[in-house]
């Protein structure tokens, strides 16, 4: 494949062509350069303002873009900011010009109505492999559809995989007169005679981990030899990194990593980065491998299926799927040996009415499920152990709900709302998220219930039991501590604490004997106050 340099100089002629472009592409690096290139030579960085809006399906796209930009035009190039999330990117607006910005169409709209990204200065808007795009949904089509009525003359540049109706549909509507771009034309090699591709095995990785499935697949398929293909040269040197990292050297070639066509034979091709054209595959059909596997982000998986013509299967590798295996397994042994020691005649008893209702069968999955929630819970309490308990306070001195480590807590429902011990029970261990042994005396009154839990418990019993609804009824738990605290305090509370106790040795409610109350009679209009009625000495008299 070519250099990204000499792509992005082909590329840079196509600048002063038609304004509205549409190119079928594959999914690449070297696509990258050869559609962006030419937007990013008609940015003027004297104008200001940001020029060039790309639009991608998510922010590893952007990522990937923005990356491959700067390696193709060095540091002293356009440089393309990738929106991975709105506020990040708003900041780098308003520190400095950006020129360029790429990012999902949902991102860009949220840096468009907080008026961060202005619109007016945008030459170019490119939707860079629309089709992905498209196929994320209705809410990703509406998004970007806002986005395009917003951006006004812009020129468009539109890149696809594939122009499926529904893309087609897209440039009639907003890239009219656009001129097509299709991709090289390459000549695939025939397929080898008497031999037949194997069915494609794909395990879905993320980006960045792609050397730790390499890893685990070697270790998994143990392959007598292997050949691993890889697009550009950052995915090759990342993939090489790996396989030395394994004890394999350069010099061995049963295990190699690959940028060109291999013709020699290999029992096993793992393409690091999936293949983006059939060519690729006929290619590689070359070497005639007995299993092909392809490391695919989970984006890719629906292009690949196409590639594959339907002849793909996914492939998981068997740690994971080992290890709950072995899970499972060590649970049916516990079975076994309680069914060996003989049927627990209480269980049978308890567990016999349900017959009537449900398989044999059934049954047994629910008290699975049961057993494996208590153990989650206990592991839970063990990972997160109550306070150290306090010393057990005497019988007579119990005002403070305390018994031995555990926390009386009041719950507002009773006997009257039809509830019972083992509701409380099995809402606290349930929606509480403690193990059963964690709650003590259950004291169920007419019209209360008393329940004792561990102290370090009770914070979280009260937090997400309250407000629960039991037998119909929404139900309130706090502390017995709080209640009876704030019952004391509304007993010992004064009337007023700026002033004294209440003087009541006057005369009884209802006498009206005594001087009046309240204040006096208002002055008479036009002449001097009458004085008789106010308190304190006369002031004729200070003077005599």
């Known amino acids: 494949m070519p250099e990204l340099e000499e792509v992005g100089e082909r590329a840079a002629t196509q600048v002063s062509r038609s304004q509205n472009l549409v190119y079928t592409l594959p999914h690449t690096t070297e696509s990258i350069a050869e559609f962006l290139t030419p937007a990013l030579a008609r940015v003027d960085p004297s104008a200001g303002g940001t020029q060039v809006v790309v639009v991608t ?14 390696r193709l035009t060095g540091p002293g190039g356009i440089e ?22 790429a990012g999902s169409a949902s991102e860009l709209g949220a840096l468009v109505r907080s008026s961060i990204l202005k619109l007016d200065t945008v030459r170019t808007v490119v939707l860079a492999w629309v ?25 468009r540049v539109i890149v696809a995989r594939k122009l499926t109706p529904v893309v087609e549909d897209l440039v009639e509507r907003y890239a009219r007169r656009a001129r097509k771009v299709g991709p090289p034309e390459t000549e695939a090699p025939q397929m080898p005679e008497n031999y037949e591709f194997p069915i494609i095995r794909f395990v879905t990785v993320a980006d960045s981990a792609r050397g730790s499935a390499l890893r685990r697949l070697l270790d998994d398929l143990d392959p007598p030899s292997a050949v691993i293909v890889a697009r550009d040269e950052s995915a090759a040197a990342d993939a090489s990194r790996t396989i030395r990292t394994l004890g394999y050297r350069e010099e061995d070639a049963t295990i ?13 091709v793992i393409f690091y980065q999936p293949p983006v054209t059939p060519a690729e595959l006929q290619r590689i ?72 209702e449900f398989d044999a069968l059934e049954l047994a999955a629910a008290a699975l499920n049961v057993l494996e929630r208590e153990r989650a ?8 152990p109550p306070a150290t308990a306090r010393p057990r306070p005497a019988d007579g001195d119990r005002s403070r709900g305390d018994s031995g480590g555990m926390t009386r807590l009041f719950m507002t429902i009773g006997t009257r709302d039809g509830v019972k011990v083992g509701d409380l029970m099995g809402v606290i261990a349930g929606e509480g998220g403690i193990a059963a042994d964690h709650v003590g005396k259950i004291d169920l009154r007419e019209s209360h219930a008393l329940v004792e839990v561990a102290e370090g418990d009770a914070a979280g019993v009260i ?49 009206r004997s005594g001087p009046p109350r309240g204040r006096p009679p208002a002055p008479r209009r036009g002449g001097p106050p009458d004085r008789s009625s106010r308190g304190g000495p006369r002031r004729d008299r200070d003077r005599s």
């Open 463 to 511: 937090a997400r039991v309250n407000g629960a609804m039991i037998r119909g009824r929404r139900v309130v738990v706090r502390g017995e501590r709080d209640k009876e605290e704030r019952e004391r305090s509304a007993a010992a509370r004064p009337d007023r604490p700026d002033r004294g106790p209440r003087d009541r040795s006057g005369p009884p409610r209802g006498d």
């Open 285 to 356: 059909a070359q070497a005639k491998p007995v299993q092909v596997v392809v490391l695919a982000q989970p984006g890719e998986v629906a292009w690949l299926r196409e590639l594959a013509g339907g002849r793909l299967a996914p492939m998981n590798l068997p740690g994971p799927e080992r290890r709950a295996r072995d899970r499972e397994e060590a649970v049916r042994q516990e079975l076994r040996a309680v069914l060996a020691r003989g049927v627990p005649a209480r269980e049978t008893i308890s567990l016999e009415p349900l017959l009537e």
């Open 131 to 155: 089709d992905d795009i498209l196929a994320d949904g209705p809410e990703a089509v509406a998004a970007l559809e806002a986005l395009l009525g917003e951006l006004g003359e812009a020129g």
């Open 256 to 268: 190699r990593v690959t940028r060109s066509d291999s013709k020699d034979p290999a029992h096993t």
């Open 377 to 384: 819970q206990r592991r839970m309490a063990e990972a997160n």
């Open 80 to 101: 393309v900011v990738p929106v991975t999330g709105a506020a990040r990117a708003g900041r780098i607006f308003k520190s400095r010009p950006v020129l360029a910005v």
């Open 57 to 70: 399906r998510d922010a590893e796209t952007a990522l990937t873009i923005s990356e491959t930009l700067l």
